[in-house]
């Protein structure tokens, strides 16, 4: 008898109004509440009440762009534009909720490691263990303008397989792989019980307990320890989006997450082949790295229904919607299909992208969840108290309590 197949992983991305360009001009968008927490938080309840593992909050250095590697802000004003800090919003709204996992992005090519480190731990803390960090970087001249450190050179998409831009992609994504070490180090840096708060003997912390990282690479030299104590998570889950060589070798020397961009079932074979041979390569074939599935999903009570609101979301937006991801406009149940096909074929999980909030999320909870419930491809319940634990990832043990590191 076969092993019956594990239940799949369901995420959604937040972002804006919707993925799709014209989604804040829909009925039920809330364009006016963009900036608004309250926006955030029922959007996350609704994840949660379709029980979803988790959410990530999509998150940039420069304004929104309907072309990213173009060197300038484009003018355009019928898009939304504007946005506020993920990680803010992940700690504004990690108390309204009980279950679900909170992933905010964050750009890690001009930003410090020592900052995130704490401010990521300070997100556990506050969602009792719910946190995670989506890494990405942003090797462009616009962004690195807003920062006057550094310079990068002014590379179109199709110029990223000139050997220039490969070259760049090896730099950075070099540099994201060192952060996320920092990261975890730093997380490691205080063991479990460093924090004593012993009244009688007038001890607050073990400082034996307490350790120097000593981290020392081409882009970070950090010392540490951290200013948090260690988060609740022991290492809050590390997620990255990847499409080709560099970034899946990221997703396996340094992730718990990845996230990618099949088009057909066929692409999954090769797309996990890469990513494991990089797990293996960097010793974590015994670590769980799972890989998901992003898609960008329009659902409607029919699939006409669905292509004719995308047709006019199009019309809405001048052109016609393109994405990384595969966009999918049809019926909760026939994206029930395409997921199990793709779970099959070696896929964990999925992160969905609505393209109109709130109407593509609803449909998730309230008609796709429970189609995958009725073929038992997804859980009824949560029944984890950590987004680790949802993950099906052990709380990792800190480095340096197994080892003589040096205290601090």
Known sequence: MSAPTPRLRLAVALDGAGWHPAAWREPNARPGDLLKPGYWADLVREAESGLLDFVTIEDSLSIQTDAPFATEDDDRTDRVRGRLDAVLVASRIAPLTRHIGIVPTVVVTHTEPFHLSKAIATLDYVSRGRAGVRVQVAPRPRDAALFGRREFPDLSYADLRSPAGEGLLRETFAEAADYVEVLRRLWDSWEDDAEIRDVATGRFIDRDKIHYIDFEGL???????????????????????????????????????????????????????????????????????????????????????????????????????????????????????????????????????????????????????????????????????????????????SRYATTEGTPA
Do not use: M
């Open 219 to 397: 882009h970070f030299d950090v010392k540490g320890p951290s200013i948090t104590p260690r988060p609740p998570q022991g290492q809050p889950v590390v997620a990255a989006l990847a499409h080709r060589d560099r970034p899946f070798e990221l997703v396996g020397t340094s992730a718990d997450v990845g996230f990618v961009t099949p088009r057909t079932a066929a692409d999954i074979a090769s797309i996990t082949a890469e990513i494991r041979a990089a797990q293996s390569a960097a010793g974590r074939d015994d670590e769980t790295v799972h890989v998901f599935g992003d898609v960008v999903v329009l659902l409607d009570e029919t699939e006409q229904g669905a292509q004719d609101r995308l047709a006019r979301l199009n019309e809405a937006a001048g052109a016609a919607y393109e994405s990384d991801a595969l966009v999918f406009a049809g019926t909760p149940e026939g994206l029930a299909d395409l997921l199990a096909t793709w779970h099959a074929a070696g896929l964990s999980g999925f992160r969905l992208r609505p393209a109109v909030l709130p109407d593509d999320l609803r449909q998730i909870t309230q008609r796709l969840v429970p189609e995958l419930q009725r073929r038992g491809l997804f859980h009824d319940a949560y029944d984890a108290a950590t987004l680790r634990g949802a993950l099906g990832l052990p709380r990792p043990t």
